[in-house]
């Protein structure tokens, strides 16, 4: 029997890893000659390098999509292709579509199989004080568990600079920075491709920083932060993304924000996505991140990480664990729901147990 060493694995990821690169490179030439037909050859083409389940299901619903043309997909994909960097696009596209979601979303599943716990697929980073734990040391654990996607919200413009120093070191890994203000962190931004920044929707400096950022051809997003639904569900937020070239609108519930108004922003968002008429995309972040960690591993979860590095989970802060004293992998253990799996579907988690 020949055994396949992780040389050739990692030659191979490499290969398919070129292969996607050349495509998105070819799409997004054809995109700007032709933007139906090459938003249509593009997604055809993600249909069939796609492997994960969650790749699958997103093409699919786009193709079925894009048979309507008048849907905003050929807008947003267009103002894409013609306004950021091709090498920004195709970074984050391979570290979010290849590295998340399909090798990463293999290497999870392989995991929970062998430890028999939960593995998100991201990881919620709160760095709005200074941190005190070695955050290169956690993203190294967690890219061997298969998590190469890590949401943070960024602190003051020091502290930031210096952790987009760390972010850069992990290129393979997407990272998704939500400032709290619209002052830009000085640092050669057009290098962080594997960044993608997201400014805060009110100030007097956004719509500056949002030039910035449009002049160096960098993808960027918008945030905010909501107690009650309306900010939200009045379709403002959407009407300025549209405004100041942002695809991507982020929205985050307070602390305190109850569960009517959470479940609120919850369906105005699906009916977004659903109807799509404004060529920006409104994202609810932790529905979002258990809908996709559903799609991964069935059961959904989500770990984030406070500055004192203890850690929270949809239940709450759990201020017994903390990854300055414990692994991630033991962090893992102590707070994900347990998993089982079938012989007959090996990877493919087919039931849970009660979480810690």
């Known amino acids: ?9 990692l030659d191979g990821m490499e290969i398919r890893r ?12 054809e995109i700007r000659s032709d933007p139906q037909r090459g938003v249509r050859k593009l997604v055809d083409l993600g249909t069939h390098f796609s492997r994960g389940r969650f790749q699958k299901r997103i093409f699919r619903e786009m193709q079925d999509e894009l048979v309507n043309p008048n849907t905003a997909y050929y807008a947003l ?6 306004r950021v960097r091709a090498e920004h696009i195709e970074r984050l596209g391979i570290d979010i579509g290849f590295n998340s979601w399909t090798h990463g979303a293999a290497m999870i599943r392989e995991n929970e199989q062998k430890k028999g716990y939960n593995i998100p697929w991201c990881l919620v980073l709160n760095q709005t004080q200074e941190i005190q734990y070695d955050l290169d040391d956690l993203m190294c654990q967690g890219e061997r568990l298969g998590i190469y996607c890590y949401w ?4 003051d413009l020091e502290q930031t600079e210096a952790l987009c120093a760390v972010f850069h070191k992990h290129r393979d890994s997407a990272v998704l920075l939500m400032l709290p203000d619209a002052r830009l962190p000085r640092v050669n931004i057009e290098s962080l491709d594997n960044v993608m920044l997201f ?8 719509r ?14 918008l945030w905010t932060r909501y107690r009650s639904p309306e900010p939200v569900v009045s379709g403002g937020l959407e009407r300025m ?3 100041l070239g942002a695809p991507i609108e982020l929205v985050v519930p307070e602390h305190g924000a109850d569960a009517e108004a959470c479940a609120a922003v919850r369906s105005y968002a699906k009916r977004a996505r659903e109807k799509k008429s404004i060529p920006a995309l409104l994202v609810d972040l932790y529905p979002t991140i258990e809908e996709v960690d559903r799609i991964i591993s069935v059961e ?11 850690v929270f989970t949809a239940k709450g802060r759990n201020e017994q664990i903390d990854v300055r004293r414990i692994s991630l992998d033991d962090v893992l253990l102590c707070t994900m729901p347990r998993v089982t799996y079938t012989e007959q579907d090996a990877g493919k988690p087919a039931k849970s147990s009660e979480r810690n």
């Not at 959904?300 to 203890?310: F, I, R």
């Open 1 to 9: 029997m020949t055994t396949v060493g992780w040389g050739e694995i």
């Open 18 to 29: 070129a292969i996607i690169r050349s495509a998105i490179e070819r799409g997004i030439q």
């Open 77 to 82: 994909v267009t103002n894409l292709v013609n």
């Open 152 to 155: 943070a919200f960024a602190g």
């Open 199 to 206: 400014l805060p929707c009110g100030g007097d400096s956004v």
């Open 208 to 221: 500056e920083s949002a030039e910035a950022l449009a002049q160096r051809r960098c993808l960027f997003g």
């Open 241 to 243: 993304a549209v405004e």
């Open 300 to 310: 959904s979860c989500m770990l984030g990480v406070e500055p004192d590095g203890t």
